[in-house]
C-alpha cells in the first residue's frame, strides 16, 4: 500500500520535479522495454522505440491529466503501443522482423519435433508479427503483459467489450498464421 | 496447437523471451530524458513566445537573471563540433556591427550586459556534417545529404574566459565530451566504434566574450549586413544579419546568417556554411538556442559505449589554434 501510495506522489510531483521522474523512470523502464522487445522482437529496435517513449513523457509530463500511477503506467503502455504500431505498420519493417526471427529460430532449432505443440518464441513472433497491429497489440498487452481486459481498453481507449472480441479474432487469426510456419518448422 | 485464450496463456507463459535490458542504454536514456525535461520545463516557462504576457515575463526573466557573456572557439579540433562554436563566435561578433550604429537594439553595450553573467549555453538544431574531422590529420567530417539534428551544452570555465565542460551530440551518434576538471576530452566516432581519449586536453574550448573580443572578431568579419525585419512565426522584431569570413584556407571559410531578437538582444536562430558566399546547403542550422539553463554534471561524463575501442591519443606538444 505504501508503495502505491508513493508511486502516486511521483506521478503528481514528476510534472515539475525531475528526481520524480527520474524515479518513475526507474520503476517502469524494464516494463516499457520488455514490451517493446515482445512487440519488436528486435532488441536493438526495442531499445530506439523505448527511448522515443520517454523522451515523449518528458517532454509532454507537464499535460499528464493522471493521478495514480497505474495511470502514469498506462499512459506508457498507450505511448508504446502507438510507437510501436507506426514502426511495424510498414511493411518492410514488419518482414525485417519476421527475418530476424526466422534467423534466431534456425539456428537454435532447425526441426523441432513439437513446433506445433510447444512453438518457441521466435516461431511464435513469427505468427504474431503478421497479424494486424491491433491484433499483435492485444495479444501481447493480455498474455505477455498480464493485462486484464479493462486495462487494455483504457491503454486502447475502447471498452472491455471490444478488447474481448479483438482478443478471440486476434487468436484465430494468430492460429491461421502459426499452422504453416509450425508446420514448415516440424519439417511438413 | 493452442484451443482458448487459457491453453494460449499457459502456452505463453512458459515461453522464455529474453527482455533483460543493457545497463549502457538505461543510463543512457534517463540522462537524455531528463535533458529534454529540462528542456521542456526551461522552454515553458521562459522561451514560449506567443502567449499573453510572454514580452513582459521576457523583460522580468532578462532583470532577474543578467544574462551573461557567450561563447566562443578558436580551437576547430573536432569537425561537427567546431562548425556550431564556431557560429556563435562570429554571430556575438556581428552583433556588435550593429547597421550605421542605428539600431538602438543593437548597441554593442546592451548586447554585451545582456550577455554578461550567462555561464550556460544549450543549441540544437541541424547539421550535414557527419563524423569527426581532426585537424592536422585529414580526417573531416563528411557532407551528408539527410540533415542529422545536433544538441550542445557548455558551461563557462572557471577562469571566466573560455568555456569549462561541454558535450555535443548527434543523431548519427557522434559524441564530444569535453571536461575542465581533470581536463579531459573524449569524442566517440560511431562510424569507427572508436572513442578518442584525450587526456590532460580540452579539444574543443570556448571563450566567453566581453566587449573586448566583440570589437577584435568586427575587424576579421567581412561584408556584413543587416537588416530589420519580423519572426516568420512569432511577429517579433528582430535583425537578420549575413556576413562571412575568409580564412587562409578554403577549409577555414565561413558565413552566416543570423536572426537576432531585439528585444532580449540575444541571437536565436543560426545558419552557417562552410565557404565564404553563402553557396549550397547550410552545413549548420542552429534552431534553438537556450541561455542560463542549469546543467546537471551527469551530463558531462562519457561513457564508453559498449564494444567500443578506445584509442588514447598523445598530448600536442602546443595547444591548437
Excluded at chain 2, 496447437?1 to 505463453?12: C, G, I, R, V, Y
Excluded at chain 2, 528542456?39 to 514580452?55: D, V
Excluded at chain 2, 542560463?292 to 551530463?299: N, S
Aim: proline share 4%; glycine share 6%.
Amino acid at each position: 500500500m505504501g508503495r502505491v501510495e508513493d508511486g502516486d506522489d511521483l506521478v503528481a510531483r514528476a510534472r515539475d520535479d525531475a528526481d520524480a521522474l527520474g524515479r518513475l523512470y526507474e520503476r517502469h523502464y524494464d516494463r516499457v522495454f520488455a514490451y517493446c522487445v515482445r512487440r519488436l522482437f528486435v532488441k536493438a529496435v526495442a531499445e530506439d522505440v523505448t527511448s522515443t517513449v520517454f523522451l515523449h513523457v518528458a517532454r509532454h509530463i507537464c499535460d499528464f491529466a493522471g493521478s495514480r500511477e497505474q495511470d502514469f503506467r498506462n499512459w506508457l503502455y498507450t505511448i508504446a503501443t502507438n510507437e510501436v504500431n507506426a514502426y511495424v505498420r510498414t511493411t518492410k519493417r514488419r518482414a525485417q522482423l519476421f527475418e530476424a526471427a526466422g534467423r534466431l529460430r534456425v539456428a537454435s532449432q532447425p526441426d523441432s519435433p513439437t513446433a506445433l505443440d510447444r512453438p518457441d518464441w521466435p516461431l511464435l513472433y513469427q505468427a504474431i508479427v503478421r497479424l494486424r497491429p491491433k491484433h499483435q497489440t492485444v495479444i501481447v498487452l493480455r498474455f505477455f503483459e498480464g493485462l486484464a481486459n479493462d486495462e487494455i481498453a483504457g491503454i486502447l481507449g475502447c471498452r472491455p467489450a471490444t478488447v474481448r472480441v479483438t482478443l478471440k479474432r486476434a487468436l484465430d487469426a494468430l492460429r491461421r498464421q502459426l499452422l504453416p510456419l509450425a508446420a514448415e518448422a516440424s519439417g511438413g | 496447437m493452442f484451443k482458448n485464450e487459457d491453453d494460449f496463456a499457459k502456452l505463453a507463459d512458459a515461453l522464455d523471451v529474453d527482455t533483460v535490458s543493457r545497463p549502457d542504454h538505461r543510463e543512457e536514456l534517463r540522462r537524455r530524458m531528463l535533458s529534454a525535461f529540462e528542456e521542456a520545463r526551461l522552454s515553458r516557462k521562459t522561451f514560449r513566445l506567443g502567449w499573453p504576457g510572454h514580452r513582459r515575463r521576457i523583460v522580468e526573466e532578462q532583470q532577474a537573471r543578467r544574462w551573461g557573456a557567450i561563447m566562443a572557439s578558436r580551437v576547430f579540433r573536432y569537425g561537427t563540433a567546431a562548425a556550431v562554436v564556431a557560429a556563435v563566435i562570429v554571430g556575438v561578433t556581428f552583433m556588435s556591427t550593429s547597421p550605421n550604429g542605428s539600431g538602438e537594439a543593437w548597441a554593442i553595450e546592451q548586447t554585451v550586459a545582456a550577455l554578461k553573467d550567462v555561464k550556460t549555453v544549450y543549441q540544437s538544431g541541424k547539421t550535414y556534417l557527419a563524423g569527426i574531422g581532426a585537424a592536422g590529420s585529414g580526417r573531416r567530417p563528411k557532407q551528408v545529404d539527410m540533415p542529422l539534428s545536433f544538441e550542445l551544452w557548455a558551461r563557462r570555465g572557471s577562469d571566466g574566459s573560455r568555456s569549462g565542460d561541454l558535450r555535443f551530440e548527434v543523431a548519427d551518434g557522434t559524441v564530444v565530451v569535453v571536461r575542465e576538471k581533470p581536463a579531459c576530452s573524449y569524442a566517440y566516432d560511431p562510424g569507427e566504434h572508436t572513442v578518442r581519449v584525450h587526456a590532460d586536453t580540452k579539444m574543443v574550448t570556448m571563450t566567453w566574450f566581453g566587449a573586448e573580443l566583440f570589437t577584435a572578431l568586427r575587424a576579421k568579419s567581412k561584408d556584413w549586413r543587416a537588416s530589420y525585419g519580423k519572426d516568420e512565426k512569432t511577429g517579433r522584431a528582430c535583425v537578420f544579419v549575413t556576413c562571412s569570413q575568409v580564412g587562409k584556407a578554403d577549409d577555414r571559410s565561413r558565413s552566416w546568417w543570423w536572426q537576432f531578437d531585439t528585444e532580449t538582444k540575444l541571437p536565436i536562430r543560426v545558419k552557417q556554411w562552410d565557404n565564404a558566399k553563402r553557396e549550397g546547403t547550410p552545413g549548420m542550422i542552429v534552431e534553438k538556442i537556450i541561455y542560463g539553463q542549469k546543467l546537471k554534471d551527469d551530463l558531462f561524463k562519457f561513457k564508453i559505449p559498449q564494444g567500443a575501442k578506445v584509442i588514447n591519443v598523445p598530448k600536442p606538444t602546443t595547444q591548437p589554434k
